[in-house]
């Protein structure tokens, strides 16, 4: 029903940038709330940044201050512009989305569900 498509993710020296996009396609009402989560060998996938369909934000406080997430809502897009790359922030980078999507055979009922895509992985050396 949704798909999410991730690029952007890389190698990149510490101290540098990297920038992800994730952009929503399929059928579907409305994108309602969309971010990034990560997961790194060993560890719980937790979240990155997200984002509101009005522009609110919020952000894992390991993040604050050098990632930015921001969307563009005619596109059904969101990015993620990570600054100051730590070794730290190596890890599988997830984009995820709320959608409102139909019932199949009962189309006047719409759903909320989660939606993700297929990961990009971000390495940060040091």
């Known amino acids: 029903q949704v798909q999410l498509v991730e690029s952007g993710g890389g190698l990149a020296q510490a101290g540098g940038s990297l920038r992800l996009s994730c952009a929503a396609s399929?059928?579907?009402?409305?994108?309602?709330?969309m971010g990034w989560y990560r997961q790194a060998p060993g560890h719980q996938r937790e979240l990155v940044a997200a984002?509101?369909?009005?522009?609110?934000?919020n952000y894992a406080d390991a993040v604050k201050g050098r990632f930015t997430v921001s969307r563009d809502n005619s596109k059904n897009t969101v990015y993620l512009e990570m600054n100051n790359l730590q070794p730290e922030d190596t890890a599988v980078y997830y984009c995820?989305?709320?959608?409102?999507?139909?019932?199949?055979?009962?189309?006047?009922?719409?759903?909320?569900?989660?939606?993700w895509g297929q990961g990009t992985q971000v390495t940060v050396s040091a």
């Open positions: 399929g059928r579907f009402v409305s994108i309602n709330a």
């Open positions: 984002i509101s369909t009005g522009g609110s934000t």
């Open positions: 995820y989305a709320k959608a409102e999507v139909r019932r199949p055979l009962s189309a006047w009922i719409v759903d909320e569900y989660d939606f």
